[in-house]
């Protein structure tokens, strides 16, 4: 039979055990905390960089739609090109004929016509 003197030593012996498996449990919680701590530092910068992506992304999409604006403008206006050059012709010969409408009217005041 066991003596109380060896139940006590045993005891001891368990509750050493005991302690011991509960300061590895403690050392291993904190590992976890840091962990998780960790772990929720690197979701937050996560959820930045797809918060920042996603600005991008509408960025994008306003700079495509500016410049697919302002290609249908440059081709409205290339379109516009042959017209406006020769409108441009119609008017210097109309401002050139003016001019030598106005030199013949002053040099016929004049006298030298």
């Not at 039979?1 to 368990?14: V, W």
């Not at 290339?78 to 009217?105: D, F, G, H, M």
Request: contains cysteine.
């Amino acid at each position: 039979m066991s003596t109380p003197e060896h139940l006590h030593q045993d005891s001891n012996t368990l509750l050493g055990v005991i302690a011991e498996r509960i300061d590895y449990l403690h050392t291993d919680v904190g590992d976890m905390k840091v962990a998780m701590k960790e772990l929720a530092s690197a979701i937050v910068k996560l959820a930045l960089v797809e918060e920042r992506q996603g600005q991008a992304a509408v960025q994008q999409q306003h700079t495509v739609a500016v410049l697919t604006e302002l290609d249908a403008r440059v081709t409205t206006l290339e379109l516009a090109a042959p017209e406006t050059k020769r409108n441009n012709a119609w008017i210097n010969q109309a401002v050139w004929a003016a001019v030598c409408l106005i030199a013949v009217i002053v040099l016929d005041k004049v006298g030298i016509l």
